[in-house]
């Protein structure tokens, strides 16, 4: 993981870049291979992923693929623009959602963050 977390404009533009990058098919089929591999958080500490900054077309495949994977956030209302998510697992998918996008295709803005991933950092 990044020893620093992205910020929530680099999170979501991650998102949509690889929304982009791998379309709706594809997008849910890595996250949900991933998330598989998150396992159980360590804390149970939880953040909320919003349209405002993934977009609703994110959104929807990650409502999806959460509750493929049985990840769902127990006693969290479900919101329509807003998605509950464990903060360890939102941490883990956009660290390995940076490996699996070509260098190429990232913006520069996200560069600095992969180079830390792919170090060890």
């Known amino acids: 993981m990044t ?3 992205l910020k929530m404009s680099q999170e979501g533009l991650l ?3 690889a929304l982009e990058h791998l379309g709706p098919t594809e997008l849910h089929q890595v996250v949900v291979g991933l998330w598989l ?3 159980p958080p360590a804390r149970p500490t939880v953040e909320y992923l919003d349209t405002d900054h993934v977009g609703n077309d994110v959104l929807n495949i990650l409502r999806i ?3 493929s994977v049985g990840a769902i956030v ?3 209302p479900v919101e329509s623009g807003r998605l509950a ?3 360890a697992h939102a941490e883990h998918l956009a660290d390995k959602l ?3 996008i070509p260098v190429g295709k990232l913006p ?3 560069r600095g963050a992969r180079l830390e991933v792919d170090l060890g950092m």
Do not use: E, F
Request: charged content about 15%.
């Open 85 to 87: 998510i464990y903060s």
């Open 108 to 110: 520069l803005s996200l």
């Open 37 to 39: 591999k998150a396992g």
């Open 65 to 67: 693929a959460q509750v």
């Open 3 to 5: 020893s620093t977390r």
């Open 98 to 100: 940076l490996q699996v």
């Open 74 to 76: 127990p006693y969290r």
């Open 15 to 17: 998102w949509k870049t």
